[in-house]
């Protein structure tokens, strides 16, 4: 066989991206070069490795036997640099965290830039998404999610509790009718999600409350904690995001009050990936430094 790891590395972004535009971005290459090289490799091997089709790319029967086989090469590769590299050095190479958007722009900067700067050669993206990351498809190297997935051939392992509690800015607060139950709640502007693009139950907070209608909503945690902060309304914060906004008050903060939970996924081929599972641990143990941090903050 003629094919190098540069010809695997081609294949396998085809092969998570499912078209030649999408491999193009990871690679920084032109899509209509992405495809030559991937006819080339498919000459060289004698097989096609993808169905080509107006959806995309899909993976064909030889191009699946090939996939399992370019991952174990990709897994090595990065295994032996890390090797190579001694442990003294720290983790190298690049490492993509999927994460739902609170937590991706809240507790994932901090912790990442302590990791990146102990660890000159690891270069670290933060994938945010308000939905579940796809790891199957090599979305990520690995995930934090809200709830424990159930299926799929992944390792799933809670890092920590968090709390989220009932907030509105002082200027809000000011302006309108004292909350003093939760019956109150009914005559604030309330800001949350979408109902209909909550990806997750366990993201689901105001129905719980009791609240039928979110005057102000957004898929985003990002865009619903900035019409907070700007006194646009009533809503459920991360208590770890508290400490980013000064001017947010807890409302009925012993009334209202909700844990849920952050675990990391990872794809259950890479438990052999030693690279992978100390940065694993080196970020678990990260985000509950920090969680513990900014909650008691709050």
Known sequence: MRENWDDLRIFLAVARGESLS???RVLRMDPATVGRRVGRLEEQLGHPLFAKSPQGYALTEAGARL????????QALGQGAQALMGAS???????RIGAPDGCANFLLPQVCAKIAEDNPGLDLQIVSLPRVVNLSRREADMAIAVSAPTAGRLVVKKISDYRLHLAASEEYLARHAPIRSRADL???????????????RELDYLSDLGVERVRLASNSVAVQFHWLRLGAGLGIVHDFALPAAPGLRKVLADEVSLTRSFYLVRHADDRRHARLNGFAELLAEGVRRELACLEGRS
Do not use: K, S
């Open 89 to 95: 050095e720290g983790f190298a190479g690049q490492i």
């Open 186 to 200: 009914q005559g604030h502007r309330m800001v949350g999600y979408i109902p209909d693009m909550i990806f997750d």
């Open 22 to 24: 999408a491999a193009g």
């Open 67 to 74: 996939l399992v086989h370019a991952e174990t090469a990709e």
